[in-house]
């Protein structure tokens, strides 16, 4: 007797994103799993009297999408976290603040996210400007790309940082050129000596962080992410500024076991540059630790470098806006390729930050380096960002069998592009960044991300529509094309965000297409993005999420 499905979805456009890049009419769907992709009349065959059958009127079905950089634990709950995405200025961030800090009297510390750079000058914002809002409690701001705090003077008091405070290793601390006071502006390492003094999140509100990010991750169709950026709850050192996320695996762990975790989660640990290979085994005893089928620790996260507009990238070649300086790798080659080694030998999986062409030439020798000592085998180690490649590295990452995780959403000209990226890469090598065509031309492998919440919004369809225009959405001027030559097509942007992905996450057997025998993680779009003009691709709306077999998103027009 034929096995009757729950769910039929019929007359749709089915884009299955297998090997073969098929096209089907109906999927039929059963508990957690697709039991069938073909025909409208193959599919009868699976409807009984208590099969829900959706006609989709030509609609159009893809696997659910894959972020495969997203710091989903890092949402916005806007009752715990000041948000100043979006804003432009000075005044509105002081008015954002002054709004929250007068709703949220309870907060022992007042932190937020999202000061952009280009706001203010290379040194960066002041500690006066907050104190001129909030001076009786510690306030600690990320900048929107998560490399940079602006903190006000109580902060700079609980943390006792003073003028003769050191830069730490891999760290910058701004200061006043006149009187070497702390400015109230930290990058990378140096953001620790802050961030590690003060109180962290909560696991209650890190699991609402969860929860917000997972809801909106079913309304714009993400079934499957990866946060890169988890910490031990007891976590100490060089954190990178992000101390206040110790209970982020916590949060993770206990909502798989409650069963809440409403998309599937993998992630990776950070690997602290002060311990080096002695902190491997506590990472490889977290990885076997988590076997949770909706959350599991990959591996490792290794930053390189920290980023162009912070003046942290690792380059070859000088700044533009000062020639005498390349930046600085948070690690010597010689330590980089032990930690690789060390790490590869325990069969983890390296998750790479890399934004400067010099950090991902160390990247690169170090991955070599642990190839050679261990063999050769199937680690799937990831590098993201690649805002700054030498092309000619590019042939290593296929070599190497290493995964690229880009993030469309960056490759577009912009206000970011001309106010910042020029001034401090010059124009040449700006308008040479965020290759993505010449990789896959090279045989790379491509899982496309959105590095969340640096990018909010952040839906898939919007990152497909600019990697395939490489412009910003409404842009009609050819000039503004960042780099035209490496403009990706439809379907091999559909891939980076659906099949790529699992690959790069170990689960092409599980999700990524739409197969019989794989789990139900499956998308409705309101049009077959094939026949629309590509400048709508971002403007189609979501009308169903399904996520192993449940409708975690349905809109009411369906």
């Not at 999140?201 to 909106?216: C, G, H, L, M, N």
Request: with cysteine; charged share 20%; hydrophobic share 40%.
């Amino acid at each position: 007797m034929q096995k009757q499905a729950e769910l039929v979805l019929k007359n749709g456009a089915v884009y299955t994103v297998d090997s073969r890049r098929g096209q089907a009419a109906a999927v039929a769907v059963s508990g957690r799993g697709i039991i069938f992709v073909g025909s409208d009349a193959g599919a009868s065959a699976y409807i009984g009297p208590n099969t829900e059958v959706i006609d989709l009127g030509g609609k159009m079905v893809l696997p659910g999408f894959i972020d495969s950089h997203a710091h989903a634990s890092s949402a916005f709950d806007e009752k715990k976290t000041l948000n100043l995405h979006g804003l432009k200025s000075l005044a509105d961030y002081q008015a954002a603040l002054q709004k929250f800090a007068a709703h949220r009297p309870d907060l022992e510390v007042i932190y937020g996210s999202g000061w952009d750079n280009i706001a203010f000058p290379p040194a960066g914002p002041c500690k006066g400007d907050l104190d001129a809002v909030v001076a009786d409690r510690p306030v600690s701001l990320h900048s929107n790309d998560g490399h940079s705090i602006w903190v006000n003077s109580r902060a700079l008091e609980i943390a006792g940082v003073t003028k003769d405070t050191p830069d730490p290793t891999g760290g910058v601390i701004e200061r006043d050129p006149a009187t070497r006071e702390p400015s109230g502006t930290f990058r990378e390492n140096a953001n620790d000596l802050i961030q590690n003094m003060l109180p962290p999140y909560t696991v209650a509100q890190v699991k609402d962080s969860i929860r917000i990010f997972a809801a909106e991750a079913a309304r714009v169709g993400i079934t499957t992410v990866h946060d890169p950026l988890l910490l031990f709850p007891d976590s100490e050192g060089m954190l990178l500024g992000f101390g206040a996320a110790r209970n982020n695996m916590v949060a993770y762990e206990q909502l798989a076991e409650n069963g809440e975790l409403t998309l599937r989660v993998r992630g990776s640990l950070l690997a602290d540059p002060a311990k080096g290979v002695p902190q491997v085994p506590q990472l490889a005893a977290a990885c076997a630790g988590h076997t949770h089928p909706l959350f599991q620790v990959a591996g490792a996260k290794v930053f390189v470098d920290g980023v162009v507009e912070g003046g942290t990238a690792y380059l070859l070649s000088p700044y533009a806006h000062r020639p005498d300086f390349r930046g600085a790798p948070l690690w010597r080659q010689q330590g980089l390729n032990a930690l690789f080694e060390a790490l590869d030998r325990e069969k983890l999986q390296i998750h790479i930050h890399a934004i400067g062409d010099a950090a991902v030439r160390m990247a690169l020798d170090a991955l070599a380096y642990a190839r050679r000592q261990n063999g050769q085998r199937d680690a799937r180690h990831l590098m993201t960002h690649l805002h700054v490649v030498d092309y000619g590295d590019i042939s290593r990452f296929a070599a190497l069998g290493v995964i690229g995780v880009p993030q469309p959403f960056w490759h577009v000209k912009g206000e970011y592009f001309r106010e910042l990226e020029v001034k401090y890469l010059g124009r040449e090598r700006a308008e040479k960044e965020y290759p993505m065509k010449s990789f896959m031309n090279a045989g790379v492998t491509l899982a496309a991300a959105s590095d969340y919440p640096v990018q909010v919004p952040s839906p898939p369809l919007e990152g497909i529509q600019m990697g395939v225009t490489r412009c910003l959405p409404g842009e009609t001027d050819p000039s503004e094309i960042l780099g035209p030559e490496e403009r990706m097509s439809l379907a091999d942007m559909i891939a980076a965000f659906t099949i790529n992905g699992a690959y790069a996450n170990f689960l092409e057997n599980e999700t990524g297409s739409i197969q019989a025998g794989k789990k139900a993680d499956l998308v409705v779009l309101e049009n077959n993005l094939f026949e629309l003009p590509v400048s709508e691709i971002a403007g189609t709306r979501v009308l169903m999420t399904l996520f192993e077999g449940r409708t975690v998103f349905r809109d009411a027009g369906l």
